[in-house]
């Protein structure tokens, strides 16, 4: 046994192993049963706040007011139970910061003010998905206490889905005209890392409020920095 699942773990089913069973998207949650949405719920709220290797089964099952056997009904084990919470959240924000590209990004007017109000909207995503980045904080933190394939299917759900995402429109801004960019995926991490990450690493993804006029100074600023590498000279 490994330190991180000795205190919660069971023999796993193999049909039911974590990496076997993907996690639910959010649009699916209202075809689960009502007590396995009650577990993820207390499950993002405990491993949010407790992280990963202190929180216990019993801790979780105290919060969604069941028993703890009826979380190994659903989950073969704690690692499991992370697993589908952590994806669930990182397939929801994914989805929904391509949304905010996509309404952003498709027809722009001013190419400067269109890229600082996609800025500013991905950063709204620390309010509105706290859960999710409390979450966040948890694997940066516990990352040498979680298994590789579970931070490895988080990285694919989440990051590296957001990173394809940019890098679709880096390279048809450049077909456009609208920037130089020689490498699309290069484009889309500076633009990230001077925007988005600008914000959300200085304040813990969210824990520790920044006010909205220095993040309007940040996200302007960074965005005045990725343009003065990859604008057009037209």
Same mark, same amino acid.
Request: proline content about 6%; cysteine-free.
């Given at each position: ?28 949650? *209202?075809?689960?049963?009502?007590? *396995? =949405? ?9 491993? &949010?706040?407790? &992280?990963?290797?202190?929180?216990? =089964? ?7 007011? =069941? ?41 722009? @007017? ?26 966040? *904080? ?11 394939? @579970? ?6 759900? &989440?990051?590296?889905?957001?990173? *394809? ?15 130089? =960019? ?23 993804? &969210? ?28």
């Amino acid at each position: 046994m490994t330190e991180q699942t000795a205190p919660d773990a069971r023999p796993a089913d193999p049909a039911t192993t974590p990496d076997a069973t993907p996690a639910a998207p959010a649009a699916a949650r *209202r075809g689960m049963p009502e007590k *396995r =949405v009650a577990i993820a719920r207390a499950a993002r709220t405990v491993f &949010g706040r407790e &992280g990963y290797t202190r929180t216990s =089964v019993d801790a979780i099952a105290a919060e969604a007011g =069941v028993s703890k056997r009826t979380i190994y009904n659903h989950f073969a084990d704690k690692e499991q139970l992370f697993r589908s919470v952590i994806l669930e959240g990182a397939t929801t924000v994914a989805a929904t910061q391509a949304k905010i590209a996509d309404r952003h990004l498709r027809k722009i @007017v001013d190419l400067r003010t269109d890229l600082v109000d996609f800025g500013l909207e991905r950063v709204d995503s620390l309010t509105t998905f706290a859960e999710h980045w409390a979450l966040v *904080r948890t694997i940066e933190a516990e990352a040498l206490h979680i298994r590789p394939a @579970v931070l490895e299917a988080w990285q694919d759900a &989440g990051p590296r889905e957001t990173h *394809r995402v940019l890098t679709h429109w880096m390279a048809e801004f450049a077909e456009r005209g609208l920037l130089v =960019v020689p490498d699309p995926a290069e484009a889309a991490r500076m633009l990230n890392l001077l925007t988005f990450l600008a914000v959300a690493q200085p304040t813990f993804y &969210g824990a520790l409020p920044m006010p909205a006029e220095r993040i309007a100074e940040v996200v302007e600023h960074g965005v005045a920095a990725f343009l003065a590498v990859y604008g057009s000279p037209g």
